[in-house]
């Protein structure tokens, strides 16, 4: 029997809605996530509910009432934002709905829709039945890898509307998929701009809103890596990235950040002096809100990488660590701790990097280095 949606109902629809349609006013993705099932959870009356979103080489999987680590591990990354089970016949079944154009489906449709009787498979037995979700009903987004939002019940008789209740659901689809369009739109933004910063020459440090660093590129690592007092200088970086958005942050409805200021920030190590400069990133970028992002220019040159060493030296992964430690001046005894070995260790490790590279001092072995750094980077 059919029942009608209470005043109660339609603001629980509300808020569903609400929840669907702001994925960049959370903090994070799962807070997102979980607030959308727990909404979801209350307004269809089930205490299972399942969100699914797409990610480059993976799923996001939110849950509320049920473990959603059954659910992420029958679903396999193909490809960036394509993902398909493990199962052949879930595959085919969401293939066919997906041809059928079906935005809402439940349980029940599902052998008519594929010609597969979801109840003979090892998915149905293994985790639907088991976890109450044996009568299921899904949202779903056109591609592949577009998102699935559903409700389980142990019981057709538990639908809080009866017949109409998958009706009720499919009044979500429009929010749950643009929901899902504001989720793919930031994390593509967010990945081309991390792709751009990463290949650049100066060390960069992202910061959110409330002081927490979001993203480093290779080259701040390196420079950290390099840098006896690194973890100082990460701390004096962000206490730069602190003040930089307390002081010239940006209204929230400003067009357009600030530009980047001039460089007039200086911080000194007994390894190198570096240059700063500060700016911020919109809305919607690195973060949902506001971010400062510091750029670091170093005053020497920084050393070649591990790999750099590897690939065009010859060494061994270890050994390249050595001659970088060695190049930047530190003992026997500094090595030995810093790559926790024996002094005696650290000595013949010393001396097989000189004679691989055919240098007869530590200073030669410095000048060799800065000298490829300079020639790689520049060629």
Avoid at 172 to 186: H, T
Wanted: no cysteine; charged share 25%; glycine share 8%.
């Amino acid at each position: 029997m059919a029942a009608s949606l209470t005043d109660r109902d339609l603001r629980r629809q509300t808020e569903v809605v609400q929840e669907l349609l702001s994925p960049l006013e959370h903090d994070s993705v799962p807070a997102w996530g979980q607030q959308v099932v727990s909404a979801l959870s209350e307004f269809l009356r089930s205490g299972r509910a399942l969100l699914f979103l797409p990610t480059r080489g993976g799923i996001h999987a939110f849950a509320s009432g049920v473990p959603a680590e059954p659910f992420r591990e029958a679903v396999r990354a193909t490809s960036p934002g394509a993902n398909h089970f493990y199962d052949p016949a879930l595959d085919r079944t969401m293939a066919a709905i997906r041809r059928r154009g079906l935005g809402a489906w439940s349980t029940p449709m599902i052998p008519e829709v594929s010609g597969i009787e979801l109840e003979r498979q090892p998915f149905y037995h293994e985790v639907l039945r088991p976890l109450g979700m044996a009568h299921l009903l899904a949202l779903g987004a056109p591609s592949p890898g577009g998102g699935i939002l559903s409700v389980g019940y142990d019981d057709p008789s538990e639908r809080p509307f009866g017949d109409r209740t998958l009706a009720a659901f499919d009044t979500l689809r429009p929010a749950f998929r643009a929901g899902v369009r504001s989720f793919e739109r930031f994390r593509q933004r967010a990945g081309a701009l991390r792709h751009v910063l990463s290949d650049s020459e100066l060390g960069l440090l992202v910061v959110g809103p409330d002081g927490e660093i979001l993203w480093t590129n290779s080259r701040l690592d390196g420079l950290l890596e390099e840098d006896p007092a690194g973890s100082d200088l990460m701390a004096r970086l962000l206490r730069v990235a602190r003040a930089a958005r307390r002081s010239r942050i940006p209204g929230r409805k400003a067009a357009r950040p600030e530009p980047v200021r001039k460089p007039r920030d200086r911080i000194r190590t007994e390894w190198d002096t570096y240059r700063l400069a500060a700016g911020f990133l919109p809305p919607g970028t690195a973060h949902r809100d506001w971010a400062v992002v510091v750029a670091v220019r170093p005053g020497r040159i920084a050393l070649p990488t591990v790999r750099e060493l590897q690939e065009f030296e010859g060494l061994t992964e270890r050994q390249a660590e050595v001659a970088r430690l060695l190049a930047r001046g530190l003992s026997n005894r500094q090595i030995a701790a810093r790559l926790d070995v024996s002094p005696n260790t650290a000595r013949h490790l010393a001396q097989t990097v000189l004679e691989k590279l055919r240098l007869h001092s530590r200073k030669a072995l410095g000048l060799r280095l800065l000298e490829r750094a300079r020639r790689w980077r520049s060629g």
